[in-house]
Nanobody, 124 residues
Framework: QVQLVESGGGLVQAGGSLRLSCVAS????????MGWFRQAPGKEREFVAT????????SYADSVKGRFTISRDNARNTGYLQMNSLKPEDTAVYYC?????????????????WGQGTQVTVSS
């Protein structure tokens, strides 16, 4: 089992920045991939970014490319999502998720472990 705890959400004005953190504990050894997803009210949960834990290779949704950066700190078992130039349409609950293996994917159903989510609200 892997436990994930997100933090760092909040209220920010458009154009501002936030950094989300996701601390992983439990059976975190071996190849893993961490993903960030978000869900706005009345919408499906959507892919934001993903990173291979060992290689550091990343992928992003087109809607956040150039504004968001996913990273990880192996020593701290922590993943991050740096969000810059935030827009009102970025408002959502943000979730981190982990899947075993080294293949990155945007498909949320392939991630086995999820955090509880953290609210991000961007005002115009």
């Amino acid at each position: 089992q892997v436990q994930l705890v997100e933090s760092g959400g909040g209220l920010v004005q458009a154009g501002g920045s936030l950094r989300l953190s996701c601390v992983a504990s439990g059976r975190t050894f071996g190849s893993t991939v961490m993903g960030w997803f978000r869900q706005a009210p009345g919408k499906e949960r959507e892919f934001v970014a993903t990173i291979s834990w060992n290689s550091g290779i990343t992928s992003y949704a087109d809607s956040v490319k150039g504004r968001f950066t996913i990273s990880r700190d192996n020593a701290r078992n922590t993943g991050y999502l740096q969000m810059n130039s935030l827009k009102p349409e970025d408002t959502a609950v943000y979730y981190c998720a982990v899947k075993k293996g080294s293949v990155r994917t945007t498909e949320k159903n392939l991630y086995s472990y999820w955090g509880q989510g953290t609210q991000v609200t961007v005002s115009s």
